[in-house]
């Protein structure tokens, strides 16, 4: 089994790292008591990962039972066991905590700073025995990202894309990264036997690809989308949502979303396809 422990120092993007992680194919617990370590641990499978977030904000924090921690889990000879510490300069730290106006878990009642200062002296011992130490000062969390799978990625991972249609007249959805409009295509809706139809139905495809100027088009999306998805993996994206939008969101996005679907699929990408206004 493959354990990661996330800790350092507040505010240094130990959040960042720990979703990254649970992208990346570990179950992912943040702020874990260091007494409930065993109970997890014994309870899970060979071949699972876990990437545990622990540090100065859990309930049973001290250095000492950190550190024994630390000692039985490198011990352990079923374990492969590493720990990830996430630093910071100072100024770089109090800055984040003054821009998002958080409060620092140990400067309830102080300046930012002293709260950095304490911290940084009470965990200065686990960066001692960390095996990968990332200084986010000058990183953005885009590049946190990759440095993050760059080290602790289990496989080759493929990003999961999930295909909706949708109505422009019910309002383009939030979660969308990208958006395609079609209602330039050949509306089925003016044609009396397709119109209860939908783009899941043969004869809806059929009459769509009729279209002039459809094959152009696909070849062109297709063009277009290919080369942009393994550049959103490599930013460290692992879920991408591709809305295709059509009049009433019943046939040509439908259809376009359906075909779009199996076109990345042979590709290798994990697909997902939802026609958000199919019943209206």
Do not use: W
Not at 239 to 244: Q, V
């Amino acid at each position: 089994m493959k354990l990661v422990l996330v800790t350092g120092m507040s505010g240094a993007g130990k959040s960042i790292a720990l979703k990254t992680l649970e992208d990346s194919g570990f179950e992912a617990i943040d702020n874990l008591p260091l007494a409930f370590f065993p109970n997890i641990i014994n309870s899970s499978t060979p071949t699972r990962h876990l990437a545990i977030g622990n540090d100065i904000r859990s309930r049973d924090f001290s250095i000492e039972y950190f550190l024994n921690v630390i000692a039985e889990l490198k011990n352990d000879p079923n374990i492969d066991f590493k720990i990830l510490f996430l630093d910071c300069d100072d100024e770089t730290l109090r800055r984040r905590f003054t821009e998002t106006r958080r409060r620092h878990p140990l400067a309830l009642d102080r300046p930012v700073l002293d709260g950095i200062h304490h911290e940084r002296d009470l965990i200065g011992k686990i960066r001692d025995v960390s095996d990968v130490l990332i200084d986010t000062s000058e990183t953005e969390a885009a590049d946190l990202r990759k440095i993050v799978i760059s080290n602790f990625a289990q496989e080759e991972r493929a990003l999961s894309v999930v295909l909706t249609s949708f109505s422009f007249k019910y309002g383009i959805p939030r979660e969308a990264d990208m958006v395609f409009d079609v209602r330039f295509l050949k509306n089925p809706h003016y044609d009396l036997h397709l119109r209860p139809l939908s783009g899941l139905d043969t004869e809806v495809g059929k009459y769509i690809e009729s279209d002039a100027g459809f094959a152009n088009f696909f070849q062109n999306l297709t063009n277009l989308i290919t080369p942009l998805l393994p550049r959103y993996l490599e930013e460290g994206k692992c879920y991408l949502t591709i809305a295709i939008g059509c009049t009433g969101g019943k046939h040509r996005s439908v259809y376009i979303s359906k075909k779009l679907g199996e076109f990345l699929d042979k590709s290798g990408y994990n697909i997902t396809l939802r026609h958000r206004d199919l019943e209206q």
